[in-house]
């Protein structure tokens, strides 16, 4: 089992920046890749970042390109995502999964922290 916590989320104006945290334990840790995924009301939930747990690659959706950077920390085991430049179409609650065998299916999930972008 792996257990993830978010943390970071919150109130910021256009053009501003938050940090997400998202914590792991469970002794099934490490995961091949972690990623950081959104859900905005009314919508489907949706990839934002990944990260590979042990090189460290990261990839990005287009939509988010430039403005989030995803990082971990392998001492802490935690993965992060810098949210720079943020707009109002980035209001979501945020989640973070874990890709246990790195074929890009997600199998645990943290209980989401909310994000909000005003205009």
């Known amino acids: 089992q792996v257990q993830l916590v978010e943390s970071g989320g919150g109130l910021v104006q256009a053009g501003g920046s938050l940090r997400l945290s998202c914590t792991i334990s469970?002794?099934?840790?490490?995961?091949?890749?972690m990623g950081w995924f959104r859900q905005a009301p009314g919508k489907e939930r949706a990839f934002a970042a990944g990260?590979?747990?042990?090189?460290?690659?990261?990839y990005y959706a287009d939509s988010v390109k430039g403005r989030f950077t995803i990082s971990r920390d392998i001492a802490k085991r935690t993965v992060y995502l810098q949210m720079n430049s943020l707009k109002p179409e980035d209001t979501a609650v945020y989640f973070c999964?874990?890709?246990?065998?790195?074929?890009?299916?997600?199998?645990?999930w943290g209980q989401g922290t909310q994000v909000t972008v005003s205009s």
């Open positions: 469970g002794r099934t840790f490490p995961s091949a890749a």
């Open positions: 990260i590979s747990w042990s090189g460290g690659i990261t």
């Open positions: 999964g874990a890709d246990r065998s790195g074929a890009g299916t997600y199998d645990y």
